[in-house]
């Protein structure tokens, strides 16, 4: 019997800890964002300027995230983007995005650099 109890205090322990743990979005991340001009990218495929595409930087990115889509949220809105390219000069939880995406979560091309959240 006491076996049993020591088993089950454990277990609600467990639980309590797992349950106490805040949530974090998966792949969620912060850095900055800029604009380059788009062509033919990492991921193989040419696209273009006016595209909802982008980068993402060298240590972030791989394969698996080819095609996948982004939800960048900059100070003047948010946009999603498919990622085709890698950004090997951008920070860990940077993205490079095509100037049309660009303008959808900043002000202007002028601005140049935006802090920005994301998450795949």
Do not use: H
């Amino acid at each position: 019997m006491q076996a049993f109890l020591f088993s089950l205090t454990l277990v609600v322990s467990f639980i309590m800890t797992v349950t106490s743990v805040p949530l974090v979005a998966r792949g969620s991340m912060s850095g900055s964002a800029t604009y380059y001009a788009v062509g033919l990218g990492s991921c193989g495929s040419t696209n273009s300027d006016g595209e909802m595409v982008a980068a993402l930087s060298s240590e972030v990115m791989s394969k698996k995230y080819c095609g996948k889509s982004v939800t960048i949220k900059g100070p003047n809105g948010s946009v999603s983007v498919k990622v085709v390219d890698t950004c090997p000069g951008c920070a860990a939880g940077d993205v490079d995005m095509s100037p049309a995406a660009f303008q959808k979560i900043a002000k202007s091309l002028d601005e140049g650099r935006v802090q920005i959240s994301w998450s795949l």
